[in-house]
C-alpha cells in the first residue's frame, strides 16, 4: 500500500515548539519513526508538510489515484477550515484525521474538528502513536 501523511501549519516548528505540549523531538524525527513503521508493514509512506491551506487542498485533490488512503493532521485548520472540511469531504480515497495531543483536553476551542465528521476515523492524544493507529486504520479499511 502506499499512504500519503499530511501535516499542516506549524508542525514544521516540533522540536522547539511548545515542547512541554508537545515534546522535544522534530517533525524529521516523528516522520522517520513512522516511514519505519509502514516499512514494516509494506506501507509506503510519503510525507507532504505545509503551512498553506491551499498546498493541503491541492494534496488531497490528487491524492486519488496515487495513494491508498490520506493519514492527516490539519493542525490548527482542523478548527475551522470548512475548505479543508470540503476537500476530504471529496476526496475519493479514505481519510484519517490524526494528532499528537488530545484536543478535546485542551482550550475550548481545540475540542471542535470541522473536518472528523467527513473523515473516516480520527485518533487524539497518542503523539506518533495516534499517526500509527491511523495507518493501522487505513491497512484495515
Ligand atoms: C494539533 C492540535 C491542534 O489544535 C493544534 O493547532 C496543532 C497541533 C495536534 O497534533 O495536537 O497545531 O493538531
Request: with cysteine; glycine share 8%.
Amino acid at each position: 500500500m502506499k499512504m500519503l501523511v499530511l501535516n499542516g501549519p506549524n508542525l514544521n516548528m516540533l522540536g522547539t515548539r511548545e515542547p512541554e505540549m508537545y515534546g522535544t523531538q522534530t517533525l524529521d524525527e516523528l516522520m522517520a519513526e513512522l516511514i519505519a513503521y509502514g516499512h514494516e508493514r509494506d506501507v509506503v509512506i510519503k510525507v507532504l508538510t505545509s503551512n498553506f491551506e491551499g498546498e493541503l487542498i491541492e494534496a488531497l485533490h490528487q491524492a486519488a489515484g496515487r495513494y491508498d488512503g490520506v493519514v492527516f493532521n490539519p493542525a490548527a485548520y482542523t478548527h475551522y477550515s470548512i475548505a479543508l472540511r470540503d476537500a476530504v469531504a471529496c476526496c475519493e480515497v479514505p481519510v484519517i484525521e490524526v494528532h499528537l495531543t488530545d484536543i478535546t483536553a485542551r482550550e475550548e476551542f481545540r475540542a471542535t474538528s470541522v473536518i472528523a465528521p467527513v473523515c473516516h476515523a480520527q485518533f487524539s492524544g497518542g503523539g506518533i502513536a495516534s499517526y500509527k493507529r491511523g495507518i493501522d486504520a487505513l491497512i484495515d479499511s
